[in-house]
């Protein structure tokens, strides 16, 4: 079992930069591969940036490919989602989410590949 806390949104005006955080309980968070999720109001859950348990590999979605990087630390428990560049489209709730995995390369990008979700975190990004 996996508990996950969010932290670090807040109101930002657009070309600004903000850091998420993300708190996992447990001794085995290095077994879990982590992915960042949003969910903007009237629209679907859409995938952000995924990392493997190691943190070797990353994977990001192309509209935040380049402005976005995502990071974690074993040893803390947490995972962290820099955004810099944003625009006012960059404005949702986001999600931090895990799930175990077998291979330390391993990341994934679909919602229904993640066993648990923290409650979110609102980023506004004004224009």
């Known amino acids: 079992q996996v508990q996950l806390v969010e932290s670090g949104g807040g109101l930002v005006q657009a070309g600004g930069s903000l850091r998420l955080s993300c708190a996992a309980s447990?001794?085995?968070?290095?077994?879990?591969?982590m992915g960042w999720f949003r969910q903007a109001p009237g629209k679907e859950r859409e995938f952000v940036a995924a990392?493997?348990?190691?943190?070797?590999?990353?994977y990001f979605a192309d509209s935040v490919k380049g402005r976005f990087t995502i990071s974690r630390d074993n040893a803390k428990n947490t995972v962290s989602l820099q955004m810099s560049s944003l625009k006012p489209e960059d404005t949702a709730v986001y999600y931090c989410?895990?799930?175990?995995?077998?291979?330390?390369?391993?990341?994934?990008?679909?919602?229904?590949?993640?066993?648990?979700w923290g409650q979110g975190t609102q980023v506004t990004v004004s224009s």
């Open positions: 990392i493997s348990r190691s943190g070797v590999a990353t």
């Open positions: 989410a895990a799930r175990y995995a077998s291979y330390s390369g391993n990341y994934y990008y679909t919602g229904k590949d993640y066993a648990y």
């Open positions: 447990g001794r085995t968070f290095s077994s879990y591969a």
